[in-house]
């Protein structure tokens, strides 16, 4: 009889989804287990959704360039090939920690002052 080993247990991930079109449909799979821990229909309005994953995981969309995803608030870039009714394959950060929080984006410039009109008398 072949044992076969089990997948390394990984550390709990947030996924985060938004949209930026109205009737998205998603749904999130785990590759591991199979289970459906995050499925429903996003609107730009809505709230974002996040769905708790361990391991690897699969993106499904009726229109999955309409949706912007962050892995544990990193944003997750959907490549331009995948469009329409596809999915995409979510990495699994086991063997990556998170990007700390401070250092992805800078802090914007200050803005000059604008010139104040004269007025005419």
């Excluded at 938004?18 to 499925?39: D, F, M």
């Excluded at 009714?85 to 979510?90: D, K, P, R």
């Excluded at 990556?96 to 992805?104: D, F, L, Q």
């Amino acid at each position: 009889m072949e044992v076969v080993p089990a997948p390394p247990a990984s550390r709990p991930h947030q996924i985060t989804l938004t949209s930026v079109k109205a009737g998205t449909r998603y749904q999130v799979i785990e590759q591991n287990t199979g289970e459906i821990p995050g499925l429903g229909m996003l609107s730009p309005r809505d709230k974002p959704v996040v769905v708790n994953v361990k391991g690897p995981s699969e993106l499904r969309s009726s229109a999955v360039e309409n949706l912007r995803v962050q892995i544990d608030g990193v944003p997750f870039l959907i490549p331009a090939t995948v469009n329409g009714a596809m999915y995409v394959a979510l990495p699994d950060t086991f063997t990556s920690p998170p990007a700390p929080k401070g250092a992805a984006v800078p802090a914007p410039a200050p803005k000059a002052p604008t010139p104040k009109a004269k007025k005419a008398r």
